[in-house]
C-alpha cells in the first residue's frame, strides 16, 4: 500500500498530531498539502480543505488507515508517543493472532492503527483464509514490556524509531457484496477473511490483508460526497507490466478510469478514489 491522503480541516494541527504524536516525520509542506512517513516513504498526504465539512458517521469512506512498524519497540514508542500528547484518542488495541494493533482517532476523527506483524511462520492459515482474532491486548503491560529507554527518549523529543509503511487501508462501505465484486473480482485482490456480509479482508502476495472493507457503520450507504476525511488511496504494484494488466482488466469490467502514463486512478462503488502505480 501506499500513502493515505486525507483532506483535513486544520492543517497544522493534524501536521502535529502525525508527526509530534504518531512519531512520522514531515516529508514536505508545500502549500496546502503536507506529506509525512519516514525515510523517503509517504505514509499520510495531508490536503488542507478547510471548505469542506465533516461527512456522517454513517457515511462510507474511512475507516482506519494502519501504519505497520518494523519492530515491536518502534510501535511502544509510538504508542506511548500518542498516548502522552493525545491520551484521549486511544480507542483500543488487540491481539489478532497475526498481529499487534492498537487504535486512535485523530483529531478530525480519522481512524488510525499502529501495529506490529508477527513473523509469518507464526500465522495459521486454513483453505485460504488467514486465521484472525481479537484478543484484549493490555497497552499498559505491552508498553512495559517493549518500551526501552531509547524509545522514551525518542518519544519524548517527539521522534520515532525504527522504520514504518502503511500496512493495510480499512474503509467503511455501504454492502460487502459490492466489495468484493469491485476489489476481489474486477480490481484482483484475493480474499483472506470474511465476516459475513458485515466485513471483507482482501490482500495480494500472501499477506493477511492489504484492504478491508466493513459495514458496522455504514450499512446501505451510497456515493460519497465532497467532505473532509479520505481523500485517496494509493496502491503499489510491482512493475509498468503490473500496470498494463490491471489497465486492462479493468477496461475489461468496464470501469472508468484515468491514466496519466504514471498511474491509473478510478472510483471505487463508493466514489473513494483508488489510485494504481508502479513502484518500479
Known amino acids: 500500500m501506499g500513502a493515505v491522503t486525507l483532506r483535513v480541516g486544520d492543517l497544522d494541527g493534524m501536521i502535529r498530531y502525525y508527526r509530534d504524536a504518531v512519531t512520522l516525520e514531515l516529508l514536505s509542506h508545500d502549500g496546502p498539502v503536507a506529506v509525512l512517513g519516514r525515510g523517503t516513504t509517504p505514509i499520510v498526504i495531508l490536503q488542507h480543505s ?56 485523530d483529531p478530525e476523527g ?41 524509545g ?11 522504520d514504518a509503511v502503511v500496512g493495510h ?6 454492502d460487502v457484496a459490492s466489495a468484493r465484486e469491485f476489489y476481489v473480482d474486477r480490481l484482483g485482490f484475493e480474499t483472506t477473511a470474511a465476516m459475513g456480509d458485515q466485513a ?3 490482500s495480494a502476495g500472501g499477506y493477511h490483508h492489504h484492504m478491508a472493507m466493513n459495514t458496522w457503520a455504514s450499512r446501505g450507504a451510497g456515493r460519497r460526497g465532497l467532505a473532509l476525511g479520505l481523500g485517496k488511496v494509493e496502491i503499489l504494484v510491482p512493475t509498468a507490466d503490473d500496470l498494463g494488466e490491471l489497465g486492462e482488466r ?3 469490467f468496464a470501469v472508468p478510469t484515468r491514466d496519466d502514463g504514471r498511474s491509473l486512478s478510478f472510483d471505487d462503488p ?11
Open 152 to 162: 522514551a527518549d525518542a518519544a519524548a523529543a517527539g521522534t520515532g524509531l525504527g
Open 50 to 105: 478547510p471548505e469542506l465539512k465533516h461527512a456522517s458517521p454513517r457515511d462510507a469512506g474511512l475507516y482506519h488507515t494502519a501504519i505497520l512498524f518494523d519492530t515491536r519497540e518502534a510501535l511502544a514508542t509510538a504508542i506511548y508517543s500518542v498516548a502522552s500528547r493525545h491520551p484521549g484518542s486511544f480507542t483500543g488495541s488487540a491481539d489478532h493472532l497475526v498481529s499487534e494493533a492498537f487504535y486512535f482517532t
Open 169 to 174: 487501508v480499512h474503509l467503511s462501505v455501504g
Open 200 to 202: 471483507l479482508f482482501v
Open 270 to 280: 463508493w466514489a473513494n478514489l483508488v489510485e494504481v502505480r508502479a513502484s518500479a
Open 250 to 252: 479493468m477496461a475489461h
Open 110 to 150: 480519522n481512524g488510525v492503527e499502529l501495529y506490529f506483524d508477527r513473523d509469518r511462520s507464526q500465522w495459521s492459515w486454513t483453505h485460504g483464509t488467514i486465521e484472525m482474532a481479537t484478543i484484549f491486548l493490555d497497552p499498559n503491560g505491552y508498553l512495559r514490556e517493549h518500551l526501552g529507554q531509547a
